[in-house]
Every structure is written in C-alpha cells, then in structure tokens.
Nanobody, 118 residues
Framework: EVQLVESGGALVQPGGSLRLSCLASGFTFDDYAIGWFRQAPGKEREEILCTSRRDRDTYPGDSVKGRFAISRDKTMKKVYLQMNSLKPEDTAVYYC???????????YGQGTQVTVSS
C-alpha cells in the first residue's frame, strides 16, 4: 500500500524559500512517478510538479516554473519540493503523490500547510 507523509510546511514571508519533504513507503520507490500538488482554499487541487519513473523527465507547471524544483533521494525514499521566491498566491495545502503508470490514479499523502504572508 502506498503511504506518503509530507512535512515541512510553515509560515514564510514573500520572497522566501521553503523545502517540503515526503517520506514514501509501501511501494517500489523507483518504479513510481512522483508528483507534488497543492490546493488553495476554494480552488481545485493543482498539479505543480511531477517526475517520471526513475526521474527520466520532470514536468513543472507554469505557475511554479523556474521557482520550484523536485528531487528524489532513493536511499532515504524521500521526495523534496524546493520552493524559492515564494508568493502569497503559493499559499495552499501541499500534497505529495505517487502513481505506477501514466494513466493510473494518484495516491496522495495527508498534506502540509504552506502560508506565504508578511
């Protein structure tokens, strides 16, 4: 069973940086695509970054391109989301997700809150 636990959410000032972590268990880590999603109040969940199986390709969303980066630590079975130049509109609950195949449904963690405010 896919299990994902996010951590690292915090209150941060505009222009600041933050790194989220996601601890994965219950599946063969390298065989799954990994993604980061977010959901702001009153909005639908948005895919912001994902990396394919074995990190062959990375797909950033337009809203975070050039500011956010995804990385995977295969030894620790962790996925990171490095967020730079944060804006108030980045405020949301951030979710880590995994899926085995391109058309398979994503499995999500419980989420971690990121608030960007002065």
């Amino acid at each position: 069973e896919v299990q994902l636990v996010e951590s690292g959410g915090a209150l941060v000032q505009p222009g600041g940086s933050l790194r989220l972590s996601c601890l994965a268990s219950g599946f063969t880590f390298d065989d799954y695509a990994i993604g980061w999603f977010r959901q702001a109040p009153g909005k639908e969940r948005e895919e912001i970054l994902c990396t394919s199986r074995r990190d062959r390709d990375t797909y950033p969303g337009d809203s975070v391109k050039g500011r956010f980066a995804i990385s995977r630590d295969k030894t620790m079975k962790k996925v990171y989301l490095q967020m730079n130049s944060l804006k108030p509109e980045d405020t949301a609950v951030y979710y880590c997700a995994a899926r085995l195949a391109a058309l398979a449904p994503w499995s999500y963690g419980q989420g971690t809150q990121v608030t960007v405010s002065s």
